[in-house]
């Protein structure tokens, strides 16, 4: 995504949940899915960095939902001007009870594995807190959901790991989304299971567009110019959007940051598109690529 953000004349910002990617923890305290705050942060600090740049924002899998609660949560204030948002799983407790079905548990075995490798790395920071957390579910936790028992729905002060999914669901914050949102989803992801998109309300928001592929799992998409090896066909498409949207704020003069114009070669690669037939993805033969697009 980043080279492909590059190529068409994008800067390209990477943030890595607490954490995650080896980053570093100095608090007790990783990533959840209802807590924004991170996110917040990261866009101030680009916004500083580059004031005049207008903002575009991706992302994938739980990241997507904390994406979507930010920008509902900002409404029309929102300084991003475009987003998307890939396997995002949008009800999490649909996907939580999706976990535990057949081969999923795999999965969720494996996630689980991960979260207490993130644990027991940072453990030292829990240390004279176990009156608040289940230092020793965290430790053993053989699914997220023990895991979000013991240490996240604690963390932020949810009652239950059930209000905890409830309340941190983007799926509540569709009707607040106020910019171009496109969703992408798979109808065979595991982890974020068809049934758990929102799709009435996506129909009532004309800033949001859904595309769900019948084939694809969890960010599994593998056809496309570069397949089976390259970047999918989701990465370009996704460009593309984006950059078919900042241009039409551009021509349309709402543009959040006038002074940016797109570099040539992507105003080239959407002039272009645009003579093309129109529709998400070109690449055909597996089954993964969109095979409809649903949006009011």
Not at 202 to 207: A, I
Not at 216 to 234: D, I, N, Q, T
Not at 240 to 253: A, C, F, I, K, T
Request: some cysteine.
């Amino acid at each position: 995504m980043v080279g492909a953000a590059s190529m068409n004349g994008m800067r390209a910002v990477v943030f890595n949940s607490r954490g995650t990617s080896d980053g570093a923890v100095t608090s007790p305290q990783f990533y959840s899915a209802s807590y924004t705050g991170d996110m917040r942060r990261v866009v101030q600090m680009v916004q500083k960095r580059y004031p005049s740049s207008e903002l575009l924002a991706a992302g994938w899998s739980l990241g997507g939902n904390i994406l979507v609660r930010y920008l509902g949560e900002e409404g029309a204030s929102c300084p991003i001007s475009a987003a998307a948002s890939l396997c995002n799983p949008l009800d999490l407790a649909i996907s939580d009870d999706n976990f535990h079905v057949g081969f999923n548990k795999i999965y969720d075995k494996n996630l689980a594995r991960s979260l207490r490798t993130i644990f027991k790395k940072h453990s030292h920071l829990f240390k004279g807190l176990e009156d608040k957390y289940d230092l020793e579910l965290a430790n053993t936790c053989t699914s997220i959901r023990d895991f979000d028992d013991a240490i996240t729905r604690r963390t932020f002060d949810w009652p239950t790991v059930d209000a905890y999914y409830y309340g941190s669901s983007s799926s509540h914050s569709i009707p607040n989304v106020r910019i171009p949102l496109l969703c992408i989803q798979a109808a065979n992801d595991p982890i974020a299971p068809a049934k758990a998109i929102p799709r009435q309300a996506l129909r009532d928001n004309p800033n949001c567009i859904l595309v769900v592929t019948p084939y694809g799992g969890h960010l599994g998409w593998v056809s496309g110019p570069g397949a089976p090896l390259g970047a999918p066909w989701s990465t370009q498409a996704m460009v593309e959007w984006m950059s078919s949207v900042q241009l039409e704020l551009l021509r349309s003069g709402r543009s959040k940051r006038m002074t940016q114009q797109l570099s040539s070669r992507a105003i080239g690669k959407v002039l272009h598109n645009d003579q093309q037939q129109d529709g998400v993805g070109s690449a055909a033969g597996n089954g993964s690529e969109p095979q409809f697009v649903d949006r009011k």
